[in-house]
């Protein structure tokens, strides 16, 4: 197992800066999953990792070796740097069967023709392909195609593995059973895993911790239920979450420095140490919704209501306001109705209305932990 | 008493419906425009004629008979008229293929697989060969390797040298191979880059995460999967140097050097018709072989070949490092010479007063510009004066532009037959018989149309010296092409469009001409332009049904150059090039313009 050290790691392709100045350590036997929107460096980052693209500065280390300095002008190549990849398009290779495309990284090993036989008979045994190991590519299903491509990352028992949207190509529903199967996969074999998706549920799903990047940068790296309770800026409390945070620009009122309104609105923050022009993030789940007058609520129409198996999410207008909410069955609730809503102060983020950055949490839990 | 058999009964609904009627009325077009001038040329070659009278006193015209290929095969002549011609065939095919593979195949790779500069404009230049017609490589070769030992003067080889080029450089085998080579490595290019595109470079890094070396990614996995691209082109480009007809014979018949399409030719020319027809049923079953050969070979594998696209498709460059630059002038001057200097060469020879001597002095414009004056060329005027050439100037536009435009709207018609009835069998057999005259060779093809029409036959008049033939010939040449640019087209439509108008309540017609027409127009104008630059510089398909009055630029260039007239065969020549390079020019730069439009529609 192996742990990575990335550090100032910057990659630019003509004016476009990829990578800007990123560091990151991943620990060994972590799952580690790379969030962002397309074009955020996610795929580069993972990429600069195996050595497919060489970064214009920085410095990268495996497992304490250092695998690529661009002061030292130092490169291993992807093949010595004993990692393993699943790539989105699988990359299998239509002229092998299941079993050459397993056994070509054997091949390379010169391992002797007993232990590379052994190997490769257990491997296509963990996952199932034995019965299938003399079909061609086209000739099975795209969970079936996924399950070579690991077949084929794991004969090799690399100590790193990089996925780069293995499970894209998949339907929907085969990709909730996939995620079960990684999960576990990456469990039995305990190897590093670095993880790059746009999917913000498996990211939440499977990961240990998340890495948000967004332009280039890094903009969080936490475990997933941090990363939905505590955003560190307004990019990531907008970016997790379906449906998304409620963000409220507010200032605060004349001369309760605790109280703020945006002129529809009003919220009490319960914090006196906030500046005077904010950001308040409220997850809809922490709007408790009632219909009757509650101490500190405020009223607001009900403008939609779009119920979801377990849960409700309702549309509420105040002025020019909209905010989201999500309810349970524990209250039944029209368009057009009226009701009141509170915050829940515990679970609100304030933000910096001119940076955005997280400035805390008004009762922080942590600390009163 | 009538029998009731509604408009609206299931069987009549079928009968009634236009794209049926439309299918069948084609079917029986192409029926006999493809299909009958085959049976035709066979009929022929077993058939005793008129002529036939004094080869043989037991001729008895109209009677079956196997003198025709028995004559050809196995009798005193077959030796001079099949088997050297054959060798010289395939000799010469398979050795022009390999270059052009090799040649292409590298450059393919270069451009799309390499860090390599200027492919912006390398590309362009690379096609040229392609685009020019082919035997003004020849006449260029000519130019150059001219041997006064055969007659004419001597060429720029031996003006600077002083010694002439051996006789194996002037005529034969080599020139010949290479000639071809040239002419069509364009075509395996583009093949094989076509194939090379289709790679996702991620199973070529797949690779080199295991710790494979470059030389066992390149063998193991890259070669591997274009192979069978590989295999395709050099049937295709072999299929095509088989029936090249003008360059063979402007290289090898001055020192009796024939392949099977030059003797096709010859022996038209000797009254020798249905001796030339078994010749051309021969190259004819050649070409069949070899694709049947390729398919069979792709058939078995394709399954197994077929990529599996998808989401996350990357195609990433190798770079070349230190052989940057070094690689770019290589591929550089190759395009010059290939590309540009022949048709220099041409230009140059075009320009001289007396051919063969290479002195300023020499120089003149009277094959462009000059009156005729009977001490040069036997009198005849300059190119741009010469009524003879307008006229074939104005045949060759009407030619080009008909045929296209004709080509084009037919092949959209049974591209919709074919991808909206892909059900209907007979859909498919359309779809087959369109793309037959593919596997036809030009001179071959143009010996079909020969027996078909030489006289009138039921309400069908004769058709040969007519123009109508010229045309009904060059739209069936391009009707593969035409399809398969129509069916990318069509596919690219959905069903749902042209069904929300028939829910609207749009006939078929109309819907036709509202809907698909204009969605599928830039790409089937793509198709017309490429149809026009084609039709225009072909040569080996009309050359056996041209008349004086329907002479067209390239036959008439052809004519010079047998006559020994080359500066006017060069600017002839150069005339066609420069208007093909024109009409490409105007494709590449539509091209580039509707890939920027799509890619503002992306974003």
Known sequence: ??????????????????????????????????????????????????????????????????????????????????????????????????????????????????????????????????????RYPSELSGGQQQRVALARLLATKPPVFLMDEPLSNLDARLRMDMRVELKKFQAFTGSTTVYVTHDQTEAMTMSTRVVVMRDGQIQQVSPPSQLYKRPENTFVADFIGMPRINLIQANQSDGKNHLYSNGDIDIDIGWDEAPSSIVVGARPEDLKISKKELKGSQTYEVSSVLPNGPETIIQLTKGGTILLARIGHEIDVHEGEKVTVQFDQKALNVYDAKSGALLGPPIDTDRTN | MELAIRRDSPLMRLILDPVNILLMILLGILFYLVLWPFLELVLHTITWGDSDRRLSRDAVPGEYTWFHWLEVTASPLSERMLYAPLVNTLITGVISTVIALVVGGGLAWCVIRSDMPGKGWLQPVLTLPYIVPSFAIALAWETVFRSPKVGGQPGLYETVLGIPPPEWVSYGTFPISITLAMHYFPFAYLLVAGALMTIDSQMEEGALLSGASRMMILRRITFPVVAPAFAAAFVLTFGKTIGQFALPFLLGAPTQFHTIATMVYANLALGLDSMAYVLAILLILMSLLAIWASNKFVGNNARRFETISGKGFRSRQVALGGWRWPIFWGVATFGFVVGVLPLILLGYQSLMLIDGFFNLSNLTMHFWTGQSDPEIAMGEPGVLHNANILGAAWNTIELAFFSAVIASLVGLIIAYIVVRKDSNPLARMLDQIAFIPFLFPSIAFGAMYLTMFAEARGPIPALYGTFTLLVLISVVNRLPYSVKTGVTAVTQIGRELEEAAEVAGASWGRRFRKIIVPLASSGVVTGMMVSFVGVMRELSLIILLITPSTRVLMTVGFNYAEEGLTQLSNALVLIVAMITIAGELILWWAGKSKLVRLREKNS
């Open chain 1, 1 to 134: 197992m192996a742990s990575i050290e990335i550090e100032n790691l910057t990659k630019r392709y003509g004016a476009m800066t990829a990578l800007d100045n990123v560091s990151l350590k991943i620990e060994s036997g972590e799952f580690l999953v790379l969030l962002g929107p397309s074009g955020c460096g996610k795929t580069t980052l993972l990429r600069c990792l195996a050595g497919l693209e060489t970064p214009d500065e920085g410095e990268i280390y495996m497992d304490g070796e250092l695998v690529f300095s661009s002061k030292l002008k130092r490169i291993v190549p992807p093949g010595k740097r004993n990692l393993g990849m699943v790539f989105q398009s699988y990359a299998l290779w239509p002229h092998m069967t299941v079993r050459d495309n397993v056994k070509f990284g054997l091949d390379v090993l010169n391992l002797s023709e007993s232990e590379s036989k052994d190997r490769l008979d257990q491997v296509l045994k963990d996952l199932g392909m034995s019965d299938l190991q003399n």
